[in-house]
Each structure stands twice: as C-alpha cells, then as structure tokens.
C-alpha cells in the first residue's frame, strides 16, 4: 500500500532563504508523485507533479521537486523565499490501477516566511 | 479558480442531522473525488465516482454516501452527524479516468461545523 510521510510539520525560512520541504513516500509500484499547495480559506493548487521520465520537475512559481527512487524521496526546494510562499504544502501519491486514481496525501508541512 | 465549483461554502447543523454536499466538476471531467480535511485525519480520501459509477472507496463512514448524476455533478450526503465529522469537505476532478498521473483539480471546499 501506497504512503506519503513529511518530515516536519512546520517550517519557517527567513525572506530569500532556500526552502526545502521533506517528502518520503512508501510504493509497491512506480508512483507518481504530486506536491500540492493551500493557501488559508483556499482549495489545494498543483505545483508540480512527477510521471515518469525527468526526475528532477519544475513547477509553477519557482518550485521544484526531485524524485529519487533509491532514497524513495520527493522533496520541494525553492532557491529563494518570498513571503507569498507562505502556505501549507502537501506532497501525495496517487493510486493508480485500473481507473482508480485517488491521492493519498502527507500530514502537510506548514511554511512560514519571515521577513 | 480550478473550474470546480462547490456548495455551500460553509454549513452549521446540529448532531444527527443530514446534510448534502454539492459539486460541479471542471467541464469535460469525468472523474469526482471526495476528500476530507481534519486536524486530526489530514486529507483524506472518501469516495471516487467515474462517469456516474463508482470507482474506488477510501475511509468513508457507512454514515456517508455519495452519487454522481448523468451531468456529472455529485453529491455527498453525511447523516447521523457527530462532532466529529466537523471538517473541510473537498471535491476534486480530473479527465483521465484512470486517475494516476492525470491532475486533480480541488475545489475550494465546504466547510461543516457539527454542535
């Protein structure tokens, strides 16, 4: 059965730091892996998402993930924190067999930017 | 905005009432997904629907149950409410019925507060 752990329920960077958010999942097949975020009052927007082929993936707003299937990992980076980063991050895994294709989701990292 | 629409934004009721949860797809997608949100839970999967059939189960309650109609809106209907079946409801979507690497597009959620 498929999991997704997050390593830190809270992360706080100062403006212009390097962000990384730490994401191991668990799979018995070749995963496909997504990263989502949340702003407050907010549903949950894509940044990124991993199929197959590129391991290292590029997503909106600067993001990028890369998957690393010996360390079984999925973590987001961003070189440089803008206060409009701040926001619960997700990483999931998605279920994937005949047309089934929920995602099971990490507990979330909350991301705060200081200024 | 995803394209998903849901309603009511917020709802209130009272312990062993019924409610409905509404959700409008993206235009053209097939598939429906049901998540709930709760401190305690996280994200979690309830209930899949594909082109009014229904796909893949996740942790829903025999309390709850859901349909997906021949326009392709669904429905998520709690009875016997508890308290703690307070969270943030999602609906997400997606063309790919087979789920797996398609995106799913959230919705901005209903909240519902049981007292």
């Known amino acids: 059965a498929q999991s997704v752990t997050q390593l830190g329920s809270h992360v706080s960077v100062s403006e212009g730091a390097l962000v990384l958010l730490r994401c191991n999942y668990s799979?018995?097949?070749?995963?496909?892996l997504f990263w989502y975020v949340q702003y407050p009052n907010q549903g949950l927007q894509l940044l990124l998402k991993?199929?197959?082929?590129?391991?290292l993936v590029k997503g909106i707003n600067g993001f990028e993930a890369e998957f690393k299937k010996s360390e079984t990992s999925f973590h987001l980076t961003k070189p440089s924190a803008h206060m409009s980063d701040a926001a619960e991050y997700f990483c999931?895994?998605?279920?994937?067999?005949?047309?089934?294709?929920?995602?099971?989701f990490g507990k979330g990292t909350k991301l705060s930017v200081k200024p | 905005d995803s394209g998903v629409t849901q309603t009511p934004k917020h709802l209130i009721t009272a312990t062993g009432q019924r409610v409905t949860l509404r959700c409008s797809p993206r235009?053209?997608?097939?598939?429906v997904y049901w998540y709930q949100q709760s401190l305690d839970q996280g994200l979690q999967f309830l209930i899949q629907?594909?082109?009014?059939?229904?796909?893949a189960k996740g942790n829903i309650l025999e309390r709850f149950s859901a349909q997906q109609f021949p326009d392709l809106h669904s429905e998520l209907n709690l009875s016997s409410l508890e308290l703690g079946d307070s969270a943030l409801y999602f609906c997400?979507?997606?063309?790919?019925?087979?789920?797996?690497?398609?995106?799913?597009?959230f919705g901005p959620g209903t909240r519902l507060t049981v007292l």
């Open positions: 991993y199929t197959t082929g590129a391991t």
């Open positions: 997400a979507s997606s063309v790919d019925p087979s789920g797996g690497a398609s995106e799913q597009f």
């Open positions: 629907y594909y082109n009014g059939e229904e796909r």
């Open positions: 999931a895994v998605s279920v994937s067999w005949g047309s089934q294709g929920n995602l099971i």
């Open positions: 235009s053209g997608d097939l598939s």
């Open positions: 799979s018995s097949v070749p995963p496909y």
